[in-house]
């Protein structure tokens, strides 16, 4: 059984964003944190101070949200045994956040589904193709409904446990923005893995280009979109699977209703909107859900923009980012189904 997990969109967006200015006047600083690779790159007079206050709070909530570090508020959480755990206003407030977008998506997306990610093989490498005994076993611990926030004291069940990787990226880009708009910058450009966070617009006061990858051949792109002051988050089967000995791909995101590894026909779904956290909620979320319900939630939800690539390599994009998207091919541009 294999694991990928390439750097492509990262070297990507680095050729988009990063290298090739000619503004000297900038700060950059890669760092692994969250699982995954990061670049931050911070524009203006003011940038080193700013970049190192805003690596430092992507560090602050990795060490709050992480389900290896056993201090961690999520850890603690964890191991609670049902009772309640005293957790940072960061922590109560992403779990809270969660849990609004679970009841926005029907439950599409859940932090309560750790112990089939975990059983699935995902955060620890051991695959292993789980059976319909097992899977049913597992469920029983798992419903956002049974999370209670109430200020700063978390409460689940006995035997629940909750991880924050479908938000924690994006909550992070989002307050490494905020850190960076209070230090009066206006021009970075956050990739934490598949999120890109940007902060205002290129120092020439163009749109920041942001490459989405192609989920069928993930070292090309597919197209990019113009952003500013936006997030742009990809959930994809691309990054993180494995080949089951039975010859089938099982991704790393789970529908909670089911507890299999999402097998729905998409490849990918990219959301644009204000909010890093909100975006990569919705990734999640969107992905579950698949083509016909994330089309009809999008429509309802005018305030995010969606780029939707399905296995059979069909794009599917929202009306307002489709004129400034530049396709790799302009043959997928004529053929983009456009959500009105
Ligand atoms: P990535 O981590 O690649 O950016 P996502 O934001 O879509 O991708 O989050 C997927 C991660 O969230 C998984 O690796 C897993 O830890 C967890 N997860 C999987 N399925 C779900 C789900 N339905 N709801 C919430 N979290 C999930
Ligand atoms: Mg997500």
């Known amino acids: 059984m294999k694991r990928f997990l390439p750097?492509?969109?990262?070297?990507?967006?680095?050729?988009?964003?990063?290298?090739?200015?000619?503004d000297e006047n900038y700060s950059e600083k890669e760092l692994f944190?969250?699982?995954?690779?990061?670049?931050l790159t911070v524009y203006g007079d003011n940038s080193e101070a700013a970049l190192d206050l805003a690596s430092e709070k992507i560090s602050e909530l990795?060490?709050?949200?992480?389900?290896?570090?056993?201090?961690?508020?999520?850890?603690?959480?964890?191991?609670?045994?049902?009772?309640?755990?005293?957790?940072?206003?960061?922590?109560?407030?992403?779990?809270?956040?969660?849990?609004?977008?679970?009841?926005?998506?029907?439950?599409?997306?859940?932090?309560?589904?750790y112990p089939l990610v975990r059983e699935w093989g995902f955060t620890t490498g051991k695959y292993s193709?789980?059976?319909?005994?097992k899977i049913n076993g597992l469920l029983k611990f798992t419903g956002w409904e049974s999370i209670s926030v109430s200020g700063n004291t978390v409460t689940v069940p006995e035997g629940f446990e909750l991880e924050l990787g479908a938000a924690a990226k994006g909550y992070a880009g989002e307050k490494a923005a905020d850190i960076l708009r209070d230090m009066g910058i206006?021009?970075?450009?956050?990739?934490?893995?598949?999120?890109?966070?940007?902060?205002?617009?290129?120092?020439d006061g163009s749109p920041w280009r942001v490459a989405v990858t192609n989920p069928l051949s993930p070292s090309e792109?597919?197209?990019?979109?113009?952003?500013r002051d936006k997030a742009v988050v990809t959930s994809g089967n691309y990054q993180r699977f494995f080949i089951g000995e039975d010859g089938r791909k099982y991704c790393h995101i789970i529908d909670p209703k089911t507890g299999f590894p999402v097998d729905n026909g998409l490849a990918s779904v990219t959301v644009i909107g204000d909010s890093g956290t909100d975006c990569d909620l919705l990734s999640t979320a969107l992905f579950v859900m698949g083509e016909d319900e994330a089309v009809r939630f999008i429509k309802e939800n005018s305030d995010f923009d969606m780029i939707l690539i399905t296995e059979d390599?069909?794009?599917?994009?929202?009306?307002?980012?489709?004129?400034?998207?530049?396709?790799?091919?302009?043959?997928l541009k004529n053929k983009a189904e456009v959500i009105k």
């Open 62 to 113: 990795e060490k709050l949200f992480s389900i290896t570090i056993d201090s961690s508020d999520i850890s603690r959480i964890n191991c609670s045994g049902g009772g309640s755990a005293e957790v940072d206003n960061q922590t109560s407030e992403l779990i809270s956040r969660s849990k609004q977008f679970s009841e926005r998506t029907y439950g599409a997306v859940d932090i309560t589904v």
């Open 313 to 331: 390599g069909r794009v599917v994009i929202t009306e307002n980012i489709f004129s400034d998207t530049v396709f790799s091919d302009i043959e």
């Open 7 to 22: 750097m492509v969109g990262i070297i990507i967006l680095s050729l988009l964003c990063g290298c090739g200015n000619t």
């Open 33 to 39: 944190a969250m699982d995954t690779y990061m670049k």
């Open 129 to 133: 193709v789980l059976g319909p005994e």
């Open 221 to 227: 792109i597919i197209c990019t979109v113009s952003v």
């Open 186 to 203: 206006s021009s970075a450009i956050l990739s934490l893995g598949g999120n890109i966070q940007a902060v205002g617009e290129k120092p």
